[in-house]
């Protein structure tokens, strides 16, 4: 069988022309083994009809395979050569034979200069698809840090409403007014702490 991949053909026919060869011979040595058992089997028939007769069907068998041998041979010879002519002849794409898919590169030929060119920009294009795509994840992963945020913020507002609520129902028209309020005499508070603790301190010394 030729060693020749034929890839172009393949693409063509959607098999390779070895693989069609392959199947024809295989083809026809099926067909060649039952013609020899089919003959041989009229032959012991005969043989049976004959009365006396010497040639056992031991003695056929062994006839049968010499001779089926020999038919292999002269066919294995034969094919060698019709495959010869298949697969430069019939199977074979010529080189000046362009496919449907490919008419493109008639019109559109590139130099090996221009093809390197292609190839760096191509190059250049990956990376940069490579660095879109992490920005990307990046943008993606913070856009989940704020929806985070923003449940947190959307939790606090809910409880300062709920605070509202309560301040109202105890007499409370402004509940950030009081918070606000609250804070301040908070600050108050710890300020005069803190002047009667410097106070004690200072009575204590002296």
């Given at each position: 069988?030729?060693?020749?991949?034929?890839?172009?053909?393949?693409?063509?026919?959607?098999?390779?022309?070895?693989?069609?060869?392959?199947?024809?011979?295989?083809?026809?040595?099926?067909?060649?083994?039952?013609?020899?058992?089919?003959?041989?089997?009229?032959?012991?028939?005969?043989?049976?009809?004959?009365?006396?007769?010497?040639?056992?069907?031991?003695?056929?068998?062994?006839?049968?395979?010499?001779?089926?041998?020999?038919?292999?041979?002269?066919?294995?010879?034969?094919?060698?050569?019709?495959?010869?002519?298949?697969?430069?002849?019939?199977?074979?794409?010529?080189?000046?034979?362009l496919l449907p898919e490919d008419k493109s590169q008639e019109?559109?030929?590139?130099?090996?200069?221009?093809?390197?060119?292609?190839?760096?920009?191509?190059?250049?294009?990956?990376r940069k698809y490579k660095t879109e795509l992490c920005a990307?994840?990046?943008?993606?992963?913070?856009?989940?840090?704020?929806?985070?945020?923003?449940?947190?913020?959307?939790?606090?507002?809910?409880?300062?409403?709920?605070?509202?609520?309560?301040?109202?129902?105890?007499?409370?028209?402004?509940?950030?007014?009081?918070?606000?309020?609250?804070?301040?005499?908070?600050?108050?508070?710890?300020?005069?702490?803190?002047?009667?603790?410097?106070e004690g301190e200072r009575l204590k010394t002296s």
């Amino acid at each position: 069988m030729s060693v020749d991949p034929m890839t172009y053909e393949a693409q063509f026919f959607g098999f390779t022309p070895q693989t069609c060869m392959l199947r024809i011979y295989i083809a026809f040595q099926d067909y060649l083994f039952e013609v020899m058992q089919a003959v041989e089997q009229v032959i012991l028939k005969k043989l049976d009809s004959i009365s006396d007769c010497d040639i056992s069907p031991v003695q056929i068998r062994k006839c049968t395979e010499k001779f089926l041998s020999f038919m292999k041979g002269r066919f294995d010879n034969l094919f060698g050569k019709m495959e010869q002519l298949f697969l430069q002849l019939i199977l074979r794409i010529p080189p000046n034979i362009l496919l449907p898919e490919d008419k493109s590169q008639e019109t559109h030929s590139y130099s090996e200069e221009e093809f390197q060119l292609l190839q760096k920009e191509i190059e250049q294009l990956q990376r940069k698809y490579k660095t879109e795509l992490c920005a990307k994840q990046a943008l993606l992963a913070e856009l989940e840090e704020q929806k985070i945020v923003q449940a947190k913020l959307k939790q606090t507002l809910t409880l300062f409403d709920e605070l509202t609520n309560v301040g109202r129902d105890h007499g409370i028209s402004d509940f950030r007014e009081s918070l606000v309020s609250l804070v301040q005499n908070s600050r108050k508070l710890q300020n005069i702490r803190d002047n009667i603790e410097k106070e004690g301190e200072r009575l204590k010394t002296s």
